[in-house]
C-alpha cells in the first residue's frame, strides 16, 4: 500500500506540473472522483505553485492506520522548486487501497 500511495500521490502532482489534469478513475473512492474534479484540481495547483513553486518529489516518513483499520494514512516530505520548506503531502487510502485523500500541508512532526 506504502509504494500505491506513493505512486498516486507522486503521478498526481507531476500530472499538475505538466497542466494534464484528468478525472479520477477506480484508483479513487467515488467521493474522492466527486470531489477532485478538473477545476478544482487547477485550483489546487495554482495554490501550491504560489507557495512551494514546482513540485519534484516526495519522501516517504510514515503510516498511520486508524484503529479500525479502515484507512491508510501515508505521510510524506516533498520536494518542491521553492524554499526550503517541506510540507507534509499526505495520501489517503481506504481498505480497498483506493484513494480516500489527498493533502498538502505545512510539515509538523506530528499527525495532526
Known sequence: MKAKASDLGTNILLSYEKEKYKLLG???TEEM???LT???QKEAHEAIKNVYDAFKSMDYVETWIN???S?????F???FTAGDSKPEIRVVLDNNGKLAGLWLKPWNNELQ
Do not use: Q, T
Request: glycine share 10%; hydrophobic share 30%; no cysteine.
Open 26 to 28: 477506480e484508483e479513487a
Open 33 to 35: 472522483r466527486l470531489g
Open 38 to 40: 478538473i477545476e478544482k
Open 67 to 69: 484503529k479500525d483499520k
Open 71 to 75: 484507512l491508510h494514512i501515508f505521510r
Open 77 to 79: 516530505k516533498g520536494n
